[in-house]
């Protein structure tokens, strides 16, 4: 498609970029979001602040696209490296189909690679995953959506015309749903419950120190990480508890409820106990707060699987792309650019080294 020519430029501190930003997403997403928004994720961020680019209209100066790569501190094999994760790629209709997409792509990998970063990744949504796959990003895997069902219309709506047909009935679904699902769970008391965290302070430090997994890529989980990422969003749509044993730490979850749904967003406990308690836990308080479905989304190698499975967290085995599963995709930086980023190992192409949860979207809430 041939049409007017833009250029790229850093992302101002300006409100007249701040309001190109937010009408950006709204258009692109569907969201309404304000400038408090932008300053948290690409500003506030403890990690640093985000290589962040617009296209602009070269004749006018008009914003027409915007995208975003937001540092990420990791550990590989439990040495510290800085990731980038790809986050809000944005371009106006009138303005689609002029590569503005990859281009800004480009631009942002050429400076992170300037950085020594090594690897750019993210969870990629429908509209932008064959782009992102045509301009040298890499399909590593799936997350699988894992679903503990107390309500039978979230079934039903999974399964198109027959949940429609079968709609009259949907009674009968919340009937089975409620007795299998909510009535087992209501029967059952954790033991070791759990509490409310209303920040997170140097104990969570220590638990990541002693329980971080010492093979692979997991994002570090800091007190300022966290805080950050959890507790001081512009929303502040989800809830933190922890797991206390003799006066410390033993493990923390994040949920997230709202409309009737719940979405497991993070967690990390010291041992197989700890986690099963916070998940329990969980599950019961989705019982509590009347929810029609809770959902996981994790890798299958996550060793909360098994724990799931018990609860009656089900996938469902159709796998559909971007209901059931989500691509998880990963750019070497370097391939852009000349700069210090070294080639990343091979080795970080498994997806079974990467250890993720839900909360490692750079989404601010799960909720719509």
């Not at 197989?272 to 329990?280: D, E, M, N």
Request: aromatic share 12%; charged share 25%; glycine share 8%.
């Amino acid at each position: 498609m041939t049409g007017p020519a833009w250029t790229a430029r850093a992302l101002a501190d300006s409100e007249a970029d701040e309001r190109a930003w937010t009408g950006l997403f709204l258009e692109c997403f569907g969201k309404s979001k304000d400038a408090a928004t932008l300053r948290w994720k690409y500003r506030d961020n403890p990690d640093g602040p985000a290589v962040a680019r617009v296209a602009v209209d070269a004749d006018s100066g008009a914003v027409v696209g915007a995208y975003a790569y937001m540092p990420r501190r990791f550990l590989r094999d439990g040495q510290p490296v800085v990731l980038m994760q790809a986050s809000d790629a944005m371009t106006d209709a009138a303005w689609r189909g002029r590569r503005i997409f990859t281009g800004l792509d480009d631009e942002v990998a050429a400076a992170a690679a300037e950085q020594g970063v090594p690897w750019a990744f993210a969870y990629s949504g429908r509209q932008s995953f064959n782009g992102f796959l045509r301009n040298g990003w890499e399909l590593i895997g799936h997350a699988v959506q894992w679903r503990l069902t107390f309500r039978g219309r979230p079934f039903l709506d999974r399964h198109g015309r027959w949940g429609r047909l079968a709609g009259p009935f949907a009674f009968a679904f919340d009937k089975y749903f409620g007795s299998v699902t909510a009535g087992r769970l209501a029967r059952v008391s954790p033991l070791e419950p759990w509490e409310p965290l209303p920040r997170f302070d140097a104990s969570v430090d220590a638990l990541f120190a002693a329980c971080a997994p010492s093979r692979g890529l997991v994002g570090v989980r800091s007190a300022r990480w966290l805080n950050w990422r959890y507790v001081d969003t512009p929303s502040r749509r989800q809830e933190c508890f922890g797991l206390r044993r003799e006066g410390r730490l033993a493990g923390y979850l994040v949920g997230e409820w709202r409309d009737g749904r719940a979405w497991l967003v993070d967690l990390l406990a010291e041992d197989p106990a700890a986690r099963q308690a916070l998940l329990l836990s969980f599950a019961l308080e989705c019982v509590r707060r009347a929810c029609e479905e809770a959902t996981a989304l994790l890798a299958d190698h996550h060793p909360a699987i098994p724990d799931l499975i018990a609860l009656g967290f089900r996938a469902d085995r159709r796998r559909k792309p971007f209901r059931d599963i989500f691509p998880f995709i990963v750019r070497a930086c370097g391939s852009v650019s000349a700069g210090p980023a070294a080639a990343p190992p091979e080795a970080d192409r498994d997806l079974g080294r990467w250890h993720l949860t839900d909360g490692d979207r750079d989404a601010e809430h799960m909720s719509a």
